[in-house]
């Protein structure tokens, strides 16, 4: 076979996060900072492309939709291969080895916020640094379709955030898990590609990707608070996102996959 099994993708998984979190404090800090610039940038791409699109999209909404899912795999696809951390892809990835009691539950909760964190800061890097301050939202239509994204993902309640939650991080795990099938770079940009493309083609909330769409909004001059991005969106994706990387595809193939070991 020219890909690897599901048992197989699974051990490389679970042998993937081992490694990483065998890593230095300062090295794995800075992998982190680089996973969610590279997100970042994914969102900053499908922000130009799908957003400089206003009159295709006033006609075929859904046509926006999907180009906006098909760019921002990119920013993944460049953490697999770049080897980069990411907080949601590691939910999945550190609960293979936590189930074959390889790492501690205290230490997987660490690695989880150190990554989380970090993500966070370079998100940040990417939202204001190399998007606000440059000038490349500061003009329509790409500064209406970032502000209109932004406060619709703030203006949800909080069960309808978190179940989407689920439903974006069971589907970049499995991004992830169908990229460690793979034998070569073009098989894993594919295997990443259709699941992602598929959670921002259906507005899933990622809790990473929110830090890059809202603060950049914010720092465009959308009338939204930290404070309402904070508790309406990144508290209630972040736990869908948990739930869905850790128990959907980190806990359950772990067991379909890994148990019998």
């Given amino acids: 076979m020219n890909y690897f099994t599901p048992t197989e993708s699974a051990d490389a998984f679970r042998r993937a996060a081992l490694d990483k979190s065998k890593r230095s404090f300062p090295q794995f800090a800075v992998l982190a900072i680089l996973g969610g610039a590279l997100i970042a940038f994914g969102g900053l791409l499908s922000l130009i492309v799908a957003g400089g699109i206003p009159g295709i999209g006033a006609a075929n909404p859904g046509i926006v939709k999907f180009v906006s899912g098909a760019m921002f795999p990119i920013g993944l696809i460049m953490v697999s291969v770049m080897g980069a951390d990411l907080f949601t892809s590691d939910c999945a990835g550190f609960t293979f080895p936590l189930l074959k009691k390889e790492l501690s539950v205290g230490r997987v909760v660490a690695l989880l916020v150190i990554s989380y964190l970090f993500n966070f800061i370079g998100a940040q890097l990417i939202a204001w640094l190399m998007s606000v301050h440059v000038g490349l939202l500061e003009n329509d239509p790409w500064r209406g379709y ?116």
């Fill in 146 to 261: 970032l502000e209109h994204l932004a406060k619709s993902k703030v203006n949800q309640d909080f069960m309808r955030v978190f179940i989407k939650g689920i439903g974006a991080n069971w589907l970049v795990c499995l991004g992830m898990f169908m990229g460690y099938a793979a034998k070569d770079i073009i098989g894993r940009s594919i295997g990443i590609w259709i699941p992602v493309m598929l959670f921002v083609t259906l507005g899933y909330e990622h809790s990473i990707a929110n830090m890059f769409f809202i603060p950049a909004a914010i720092y465009s001059g959308a009338e939204i608070s930290w404070g309402t991005f904070i508790i309406n969106n990144l508290i209630p994706s972040t736990l869908g996102n948990v739930v869905g990387g850790m128990g959907l595809v980190g806990a359950l193939y772990g067991w379909l996959f890994l148990s019998h070991k």
